[in-house]
Structure formats: C-alpha cells, structure tokens
C-alpha cells in the first residue's frame, strides 16, 4: 500500500512530466555536444562546409609546391580582389539554388548594369549615350517592373526600382556613387522580371535565364556603343577591387566585425538562459568567439604588413575586396537566418508544396530571392569591371556565370535545394580564385588547366552533395 499522499503525487508528477515533456527545450549544448553534432550531420550526409575547406587545403599545399611565391604576402594580397565578383554573383545565387532553380543571365545582366553606369559617368547624360529606343526601354522596364513587384507584393523591391527609376530619369547617375546605385536598382528589376516569369508564368528558369543571358549580351553592346569605357579613371570604382583600408581602419573593421559577433551570442546565450530555453553553454560561445578573434588577430596583423615588392610603394591594409565580402556575406546570413522570409525561403526550397499548404506564398519567394540574385549580379558586374579596369564589351559573358555557380556548390549548397549558407559562396569562391592564381604562377603550366582543374573540383563537389542528400533520405 502505497504511502504516499495524493498531494505528495501531484507535487512529483509536474516535475517528472516537465522534465519528459520539454527537456529538449531547455538543454544547453555544451561544447562537446558540438562536436557531437557536427559529427553526427556528416554521418547522416550532411558535410556542410568540410569538403570545400579540404579541398581549399589540398589546393594550397598543391600550388605552394608549384611556386614559392603562392604564400607570399603580395600574392595572398591579391586573391581578394581577384575572386570579388565571383563571391558577390555566388551570393546572390545562393538565394535561387536553394530553391532549387537557376539564374543563368546573372553574369551577362550584371555586366549590363555595370555598362549602363559606366557610360551614365562617362557620358555625363545617359539619355544622350544610350540609344533612342533603349534609353526608353530601360524607363519604360522600370515602371513595368514597379508594377509587377507590387502586384506581386515584393514592396522592397519596388522601392528599390523606384529609386533607380528617380536617378535614371533625373540623370543624377551622373554622379558615379548614384550611378552605381542605379545599376544595383536596375539589377532588381531585372530580376524582377526574370522572377516573374518564373514563378507566375511558369516559364523553367533554366530556358528563362537561358534566353536572358543572351539577350543581356546584346543589350551590353547597345549600351556601351560598340565602345569600352575605362573605369580606372574613377578612383572609387578602382579601388573596389585594388583599393586597401588603412591600417587603423583595419583594425577598427576587424574589432567591430568579431566584437559584435561575440557580443550578440554571448547577449543571446544568456538571455534564452533566462527564459529557459535551449542554447549553447558560454563556455561554447565563448570558444567560438575566441577562436574568431585569434583568427581575425593575425590576419589582420598580416595585412597590415607592407606586401609590395616594390619599395617606392607601401601596400597594406586589409584589402576592399574582402571587407565587402565579408559585409556582404554577414548580411545574407542575417537575410537567410534572423527572419522570417528567410525561414520561409529554406521551407520552400526544401518542399515547395508543403510550404505552399503550411500558408507560403511561394510564387512572392520565388520572385524575392531571383530580386535579389540579379541585385548581387549587378554588384558583381561592378566588382567585374573594377577588376579589369573597363566596362568591356563582353563584360560578364564567358566563364563569369560558370565560376560563379561553381563556386556555390563547391562552397556546400546545394543543386537540388533547401541548404546553402552565404559562407559556402566565399569558400567556393577562394576554391575557384586560387586555381589560376596558383597556375598562374608556374608560366609552364598552360591555362587550360584551369579549365580542367575548375571542372575536376566542381563534379566532386556536386557528386558529394549528391550522395550526402542519398544518405541524408536514408538515415
């Protein structure tokens, strides 16, 4: 017979069953819970980032045996600017891969914007430069653009054309900084409509930014009349990709990047402590941000160092190039992460009908993330033709868009959809910038190789997300 009361059975119940009920809402993972994790996601086929960081190893051992000179401080110096417009494209292409589609014209739509700005700086009045009939279409594509981002309900993006609209028409893209930013607002209307005849027609993307990625070749040519524009005259627009912060601002930029990392987790570990909800330990936090901060310190330390050869001339600092994609990157991880348009992104490209009968509006996602990709192909063609120095004629065409996509699912994302990270396009992005620099090193070694090399690397990274997604059904 039992002794105890009924109130000595009730007072035990709700604590047993609290603990049964919610325990997994209230854990702390410490730091050998980490661990644990992550090797439990690369045994159930999710490797997320390790391929790439092995295969970014093995690259650098291979290329510091080709030449003494891949670690030099000058070299290292240079990878930055020499792979930007890959990672900002790659970026802007994680959005639509990780709803399973494609964007083709991001590369060729990108050079357009970018060759639109140059000749509105150059020529001092875009609606002179520009032909009749174009100068006109690309008004006329920004009100119709406005139009459809609104009746689609994609109001950023509408404002965003608007204001592109606004500089366009008042020719204040005289002014290279407006300039620049008109050819990022076109950029959004581009895939405004690229979006639009995905998701509301129903046209395939890949036969949609097929035809658009040709058609943007042509559109080039018209804007630049047949004529390439030296953008190394401008000296803000050089020094996106040869430009360096000063040794202060380096610093600066460096504390405020890894300081506020750790000053958000450490704020977010200790308040979900306070309302009994899951988080990791301090302890884990505090490692992760330690281990940044080391990492931060000497790279840091090492760009600051003179690393021209030359004597007459001091480069150091860290490089613009890497400050903006790491900018950039922080801000798509925020995007893809901290909302609730990005949990939804992930949900749609994961399972597109559940996400449409859990209340989705999928046809909005679909448009918003292919707004965004050709926003990032505008930025990329801006970084393309700071990078050679001129809005060429091909500006964007060629391997542009291949490296691009490349260096996304060599980074982790995936061609099928539903995982990505924007880290995955700057890891991809270093993978794909070190080949020809590496061979380029070694005059003997014939550049065909790169495109041999770059081909190798991509068909392992996409054979490994194919079976990591194998295992990842099985398990």
């Given at each position: 017979?039992?002794?105890n009361t009924p109130?000595?059975?009730?007072?035990?119940?709700?604590?047993?069953?609290?603990r049964?009920?919610?325990?997994?809402?209230?854990?702390?993972?410490?730091i050998?819970?980490?661990?644990?994790?992550w090797?439990?996601?690369?045994?159930?086929?999710?490797?997320?980032a390790?391929?790439s960081v092995?295969?970014?190893v093995v690259l650098a051992?291979?290329?510091?045996?080709?030449?003494?000179s891949?670690l030099?401080?000058?070299?290292?110096?240079n990878?930055?600017?020499?792979?930007?417009y890959?990672?900002i494209?790659?970026?802007?292409?994680?959005?639509?891969?990780?709803?399973?589609?494609?964007d083709l014209s991001?590369g060729?739509?990108?050079?357009?914007?970018?060759?639109i700005?140059?000749q509105?700086v150059?020529?001092g009045n875009?609606?002179?430069?520009l032909?009749?009939?174009?100068?006109?279409?690309?008004?006329?594509?920004?009100?119709?653009t406005?139009?459809?981002?609104?009746?689609l309900?994609?109001?950023?993006?509408a404002?965003?054309?608007?204001?592109g609209?606004?500089?366009?028409?008042t020719?204040l893209?005289?002014?290279?900084?407006?300039a620049?930013?008109?050819a990022?607002?076109?950029?959004?209307?581009?895939?405004?409509?690229?979006?639009y005849?995905?998701a509301?027609?129903?046209?395939?993307?890949?036969?949609v930014?097929?035809?658009?990625f040709l058609?943007?070749?042509g559109?080039?040519?018209?804007?630049?009349?047949a004529?390439?524009?030296?953008t190394?005259?401008?000296e803000f627009?050089h020094?996106?990709?040869?430009g360096?912060?000063?040794?202060?601002l380096?610093w600066v930029?460096?504390i405020v990047?890894?300081?506020?990392?750790?000053v958000y987790?450490?704020?977010?570990s200790?308040?979900?402590?306070?309302?009994g909800?899951?988080?990791?330990?301090?302890q884990?936090v505090?490692?992760?941000g330690?281990?940044?901060?080391a990492m931060?310190?000497?790279?840091?330390?090492?760009?600051?160092?003179?690393?021209?050869t030359?004597?007459?001339k001091?480069i150091?600092?860290?490089?613009?190039?890497?400050?903006?994609a790491?900018?950039?990157m922080i801000?798509c991880t925020?995007?893809?992460?901290?909302?609730?348009?990005?949990?939804?992104?992930?949900?749609?490209?994961?399972n597109?009908?559940?996400?449409?009968?859990?209340?989705?509006d999928?046809?909005?996602?679909?448009?918003?993330a292919?707004i965004?990709c050709?926003?990032?192909?505008?930025m990329?063609?801006?970084a393309?033709?700071s990078?050679?120095?001129?809005?060429?004629?091909?500006?964007?065409?060629?391997?542009?868009l291949?490296?691009?996509v490349?260096?996304?699912?060599?980074g982790?994302?995936?061609?099928?959809?539903?995982?990505?990270k924007?880290?995955?396009?700057?890891?991809?992005a270093l993978?794909i910038?070190?080949?020809?620099n590496?061979?380029?090193?070694?005059?003997?070694?014939?550049?065909?190789?790169q495109?041999?090399i770059?081909?190798?690397?991509?068909?392992?990274?996409a054979?490994?997300d194919a079976?990591?997604?194998?295992?990842?059904?099985?398990?």
């Amino acid at each position: 017979m039992s002794t105890n009361t009924p109130d000595t059975v009730e007072e035990q119940r709700p604590a047993d069953d609290s603990r049964g009920s919610f325990s997994l809402d209230v854990e702390e993972r410490s730091i050998p819970d980490a661990f644990r994790g992550w090797y439990n996601r690369l045994r159930s086929g999710d490797p997320g980032a390790l391929p790439s960081v092995l295969g970014l190893v093995v690259l650098a051992i291979i290329f510091t045996q080709v030449s003494d000179s891949f670690l030099s401080k000058y070299n290292i110096g240079n990878l930055p600017g020499q792979g930007l417009y890959i990672a900002i494209i790659a970026l802007g292409l994680v959005f639509v891969l990780l709803l399973g589609e494609i964007d083709l014209s991001a590369g060729t739509a990108g050079g357009t914007c970018a060759a639109i700005a140059a000749q509105a700086v150059f020529s001092g009045n875009l609606h002179q430069a520009l032909p009749t009939a174009l100068y006109w279409g690309l008004i006329v594509g920004l009100v119709i653009t406005i139009g459809l981002a609104v009746w689609l309900k994609a109001w950023t993006g509408a404002v965003v054309i608007l204001l592109g609209l606004i500089l366009v028409a008042t020719n204040l893209t005289q002014h290279l900084l407006l300039a620049l930013v008109a050819a990022i607002c076109i950029g959004a209307a581009i895939g405004t409509f690229t979006g639009y005849m995905v998701a509301k027609v129903g046209i395939p993307s890949f036969v949609v930014t097929l035809a658009l990625f040709l058609a943007w070749q042509g559109v080039l040519q018209f804007s630049l009349n047949a004529q390439p524009i030296n953008t190394s005259n401008y000296e803000f627009w050089h020094n996106i990709t040869y430009g360096n912060l000063s040794p202060a601002l380096s610093w600066v930029f460096s504390i405020v990047v890894v300081g506020g990392y750790i000053v958000y987790t450490v704020i977010k570990s200790v308040t979900a402590k306070r309302a009994g909800l899951a988080r990791d330990s301090l302890q884990l936090v505090l490692l992760r941000g330690g281990v940044l901060a080391a990492m931060a310190i000497v790279l840091t330390s090492l760009a600051n160092q003179n690393r021209n050869t030359n004597p007459y001339k001091v480069i150091e600092g860290i490089p613009w190039a890497a400050a903006i994609a790491i900018i950039l990157m922080i801000a798509c991880t925020i995007l893809l992460t901290k909302t609730t348009w990005g949990r939804h992104l992930y949900a749609t490209g994961g399972n597109t009908e559940a996400a449409r009968r859990a209340g989705i509006d999928v046809v909005h996602m679909k448009l918003t993330a292919f707004i965004l990709c050709s926003s990032f192909g505008a930025m990329g063609g801006i970084a393309l033709a700071s990078s050679q120095s001129s809005a060429s004629l091909d500006l964007g065409s060629g391997n542009v868009l291949l490296f691009s996509v490349a260096a996304a699912v060599i980074g982790g994302t995936s061609l099928f959809g539903g995982r990505g990270k924007p880290r995955d396009a700057i890891i991809g992005a270093l993978v794909i910038t070190i080949i020809p620099n590496g061979l380029g090193l070694k005059p003997s070694i014939g550049p065909q190789w790169q495109q041999v090399i770059t081909g190798v690397v991509l068909l392992l990274a996409a054979s490994v997300d194919a079976i990591s997604r194998r295992r990842s059904a099985r398990s």
